[in-house]
Structures are given as C-alpha cells and as structure tokens.
T-cell receptor, first 117, second 114 residues
Framework: AQTVTQSQPEMSVQEAETVTLSCTYD???????LFWYKQPPSRQMILVIR??????QNATENRFSVNFQKAAKSFSLKISDSQLGDAAMYFC??????????????FGRGTQLTVWP | DSGVTQTPKHLITATGQRVTLRCSPR?????VYWYQQSLDQGLQFLIH???????AKGNILERFSAQQFPDLHSELNLSSLELGDSALYFC?????????????FGSGTQLSVL
C-alpha cells in the first residue's frame, strides 16, 4: 500500500517569510498524483496545489510551489511571503492514476503551520 | 463553497446508538468518497461509490455501511457506536473515475460519541 510521511508535526514562520513543508511517499506505481491540502480551523479541506507524476516541471500556484523529486519520492511545499491566513494544518496526499485504488487519497499525518505576525 | 453538502454538521450521541450521515455531491458528480479524520488514525479512506455502486473499500468497520442512491446522494450509517468512533467524517465527490479529477470535499460531520 502507498504510504505518505510528513516528518514535521509542527512548523512556524514569520509573516512575509518563506517556509517549506516536507513530504515523502512510497509507491511502486508510475502513474500517480500528489497533492497538498490545507485544513484551517474551519476544518474545510482546501486543495492548495497538485502535481502530476509524469510532469517534470514543478507545480506553482501563486505563493505556493512544490519541489517534486520523483526519484527520491519527495514532494515538498514552499510557501512564499507567508500570510496570517496561511496558518492551518497542511496535509500531503497521494492518489493513484489507475487501478483498483483509483481516486482514493492516501494522506500524511499533517504539519501544523503557525504564522507569527 | 465546494458544492458538496454534508448534514448534519455536528452530531452528539451515546455509545451503542446508530447514526446516519448524509452527503450530497456536486451537481453532476457520480463518485462519492467517504473519509474519517481522527486524532489516532489521521485521515483514512472508508469507501467509494460510483453511480450507485460500491467501487472500493478502505478501513471501514463492519459496523459501518454506506450506500449511494439514484439521485446520487450518499449516506454513511454507523451502528453500535463506540467512543473511538468519535471523529470528523468527510465526503468528497468527483465527476467520474479518472485519476486526473479534482476531489471536492464537504465541510464534514463532527461526530461525538459520549
């Protein structure tokens, strides 16, 4: 089964600074997708960014970017110019691109991000 | 707003009881996924339905069951509730079955078993 590991239970960053959240995963598949989800205190799961495994180019969404290292099975999230509203729990997730587990998300345990003013 | 509606938002019940959680997917979405989020287990996949049929099961207890109705809404039934069943239950929907589709999550049902 696929596993997703987030080794940083908590991280903190000063407002306007940059922070990187780490994620590693284990899979034998070649077709898959990786995601970062944000869960603020409202508990809503919000998709932050998505990366297709077949794409070499790292995904970027405004202040959010990823460093996807396929060989190392690493998928980190960089948040630039951090804002108070970025404070949340961040989950890394894996999704198969085919097969019986298609569509199912495997989540890491999360990283609680605190943003200091 | 994701377009996925879950009711109720909060549910408080006692051990041994049975509850039903409801999920209405986004208009036109045929796939519904159920997830459980607890402090002990984190976020875990429970079950997936597509157009009324069960497609995949995850770590779902035998005391739990689900179904998807012809109008595509889904219900998760939890019976003989235990303290450890207290968790946030999410549903998510997608249009179909391809891995490229984005999952849209509801706001969850917080279940407290006392």
């Amino acid at each position: 089964a696929q596993t997703v590991t987030q080794s940083q239970p908590e991280m903190s960053v000063q407002e306007a600074e940059t922070v990187t959240l780490s994620c590693t995963y284990d899979t034998s598949e070649s077709d898959y997708y990786l995601f970062w989800y944000k869960q603020p205190p409202s508990r809503q799961m919000i998709l932050v960014i998505r990366q297709e495994a077949y794409k070499q180019q790292n995904a970027t969404e405004n202040r959010f970017s990823v460093n996807f290292q396929k060989a190392a099975k690493s998928f980190s999230l960089k948040i630039s110019d951090s804002q108070l509203g970025d404070a949340a729990m961040y989950f890394c997730a894996y999704r198969s691109g085919r097969g019986s587990t298609l569509g199912r998300l495997y989540f890491g345990r999360g990283t609680q991000l605190t943003v200091w003013p | 707003d994701s377009g996925v509606t879950q009711t109720p938002k909060h549910l408080i019940t006692a051990t041994g009881q049975r509850v039903t959680l409801r999920c209405s997917p986004r208009s036109g979405d045929l796939s519904v996924y159920w997830y459980q989020q607890s402090l002990d287990q984190g976020l875990q996949f429970l079950i997936h339905y597509y157009n009324g049929e069960e497609r995949a099961k995850g770590n779902i207890l035998e005391r739990f069951s689900a179904q998807q109705f012809p109008d595509l809404h889904s219900e998760l039934n939890l019976s003989s509730l235990e303290l450890g069943d207290s968790a946030l239950y999410f549903c998510a929907s997608t249009p179909g079955l391809t891995g490229t589709e984005k999952l849209f999550f509801g706001s969850g049902t917080q279940l407290s078993v006392l």
